[in-house]
């Protein structure tokens, strides 16, 4: 199966901003890859954050964004907050019909 | 507004079938979106399982295509997976979730609706 990349962990300081990426290990993202950004914490259901790469899930705060970037989609995270500390996680829909979720990452804020 | 909820045995042994149902409120299964399913087990990051149609069209995971079954119940609006022969791997918190699809300059999908998961243990 197709593997999604993302950064294991990553940090930011409260008020401060994060990129996290993900893509394809095999290559670049096509139009048919339908990039979305789930957040899930400690004890919740997954949430949704962005999809369409870019587009905000409805409810979203403002300081979450997504982008495309090169091969691969961010998600910013500007002016980070405590109960921002959670796992991130990617998913991408692959040219075989089916759909593969980074490994994810862990965010720290401190 | 729509709810989805998970249901089914808590406990399974190993090398038995594993079932879990996801109950459907607030709206109707048939229409364009798909419903997939979604585990986490212990310490891991969340696996797509697979999805379905309201007609019945299924894809699958591939590395877990040979052991799971999704289908759909219109009639009741359910939707439901089958696990065989499981072991301490399959173990794991399972969600339900839609799969909408949405315009974004063009198609696009993503889950927009989850679950609040059910937990299964495998002796």
């Known amino acids: 199966q197709i593997g999604v990349t993302q950064e294991p962990s990553s940090s930011v300081s409260p008020g401060g901003t994060v990129t996290l990426t993900c893509g394809f290990y095999s290559g670049p993202l096509s139009d048919k890859s339908f990039p979305s950004w789930y957040q899930l914490c400690p004890g919740q259901t997954p949430r949704p954050l962005i999809y369409g790469a870019s587009v905000r899930s409805s409810g979203v705060p403002g300081r979450f964004s997504g982008a495309t970037l090169g091969d691969k989609v961010a998600l910013t995270i500007t002016g980070a907050q405590p109960e921002d500390e959670c796992d991130y996680y990617c998913v991408l829909y692959t040219n075989g019909g089916d759909w593969v979720f980074g490994g994810g990452t862990r965010l720290t804020v401190l | 507004q729509v709810q989805l909820q998970e249901s089914g045995p808590g406990l399974v042994k190993a090398s038995e079938t594993l079932s879990l149902t996801c109950s459907v409120s607030?709206?109707?299964?048939?229409?364009?979106?798909?419903w997939t399913w979604v585990r986490q087990s212990p310490g891991k990051g969340l696996e797509w399982i697979g999805e379905?149609?309201?007609?019945?069209?299924?894809n699958y995971n591939p590395s877990l295509k040979s052991r799971v079954v999704i289908s759909v119940d219109t009639s009741r609006n359910q939707v439901s997976l089958v696990v065989t022969s499981v072991t301490a791997a399959d173990m794991a918190l399972y969600y339900c979730?839609?799969?909408?699809?949405?315009?974004?300059?063009?198609?696009?999908?993503?889950?927009?609706?989850w679950g609040r998961g059910t937990l299964v243990t495998v002796s």
């Open positions: 979730a839609r799969d909408r699809k949405v315009y974004v300059d063009g198609e696009s999908w993503y889950f927009d609706l």
């Open positions: 607030g709206g109707s299964i048939s229409g364009p979106d798909w």
């Open positions: 379905i149609s309201h007609s019945g069209t299924a």
